[in-house]
DNA sequence: AAGATAGATGAGCGATCATTCAAGAACAAC
DNA sequence: GTTGTTCTTGAATGATCGCTCATCTATCTT
């Protein structure tokens, strides 16, 4: 009996999602979102209670659901091991020199801009740090068994520090997206696994 | 002839700065600085022209010259070496763990909200992470004259690994001021210097 | 004491913010 | 075709944004 919605709530959320990664949560009005969609507020606010604050936890969520899996490639497969964490580094470098890809990890982003202040988001962003760290643990474990790094390496402890510095190339790349200081980063990244 | 100023343009940027430290740009109000030093707002437009943009800009650059070189410490004198660098790296780790210190580095937070639309701030935390990298450079090339770092080792790289490990670390931390995943962090970026 | 100079004041500017809601519109069921 | 239900619409809400300016005040000079 009811009238059927003419917009998709995905296709809203995704650009929801798209503005929210490149301008941020504060940078982004709810007149972006009815101009970048068409949508407008009265039937934005009623497919998305909670209005914007909501629209921004469910584009992290999509975000680590589309985005980040294609990011990390084949990491999150069980065979990865330093080709891979390689691979998805030198992606990142490539991202950060293209013009599209300025905007970074909108999870890195938000980890800076709202984390302290909105405990959901720091988790969901939590949630991710820690899956990054689970399979470069994992691709590490890979790389010792297979002898692609040195024996004693603690893949646990080499994973956090690897989480870390990918957090901190993008930092740098949003400041100074220099290919020659990227790729020394993760060159000198990997020279220390051995 | 004029009348004297009743406030000190020093005391009125430092309360600037550390709010825009606290809470960043965008959700930093005019108001809220007028509160935090009782100047209203006419006097505020007077004594800096160009507004709340100015404001911030001179707050990035005293927190260059007053915050920065005390994080630094011991490290940017002649003779630092790898302790130097630690002591560096404790002290991120200390701050984050604090409850005043959650706020990480307005440097870093200015590199993630406005790098990528102001490129006046985003020159001041290019010339943040040079000094970085030319102290860290410093700081172990005087380690592998002393040998506490094996000898062969990669200076200047080391030094941009090092920054971007340091910038990764305030994200994170942001994120989940966990004290043994900050620690392992550092732990891992030393023993990668051998 | 009067005049000149510059800082202090705060009401108020237009713009924009996130959000709401009364009214109209489109469909399914009957 | 009528009714019931849900969706769409967009004007309007009050709050807040960064900022301006006419007015007042305090000091120095003479």
Redesign the interface.
Known sequence: MPRPREFEPDTVLNAAMLRFWER?Y??TSIEDLVKATGVKPGSLYSAFPGGKRTLFLKSLERYSRLVVPQKLGELEASGASVAEIRGYFDGLVRDLLSPEG???CLL??T???K??EDDEA?AV??GH?ARLERCMTHALENAVRRGQVRAGL?C???A??L??????????G???PDEA?LR??V???F??LG
Chains 1, 2 share one sequence.
């Open positions: 941020g504060r940078a300025r905007q970074g890195v982003n980890a800076i801009e984390a302290a720091a962003v939590r740090l603690d646990a402890g080499s956090r520090l989480v870390a510095t990918c957090q901190g190339l993008m930092v740098v949003k400041a100074n200081l020394a980063i060159d000198n990244a020279a220390a």
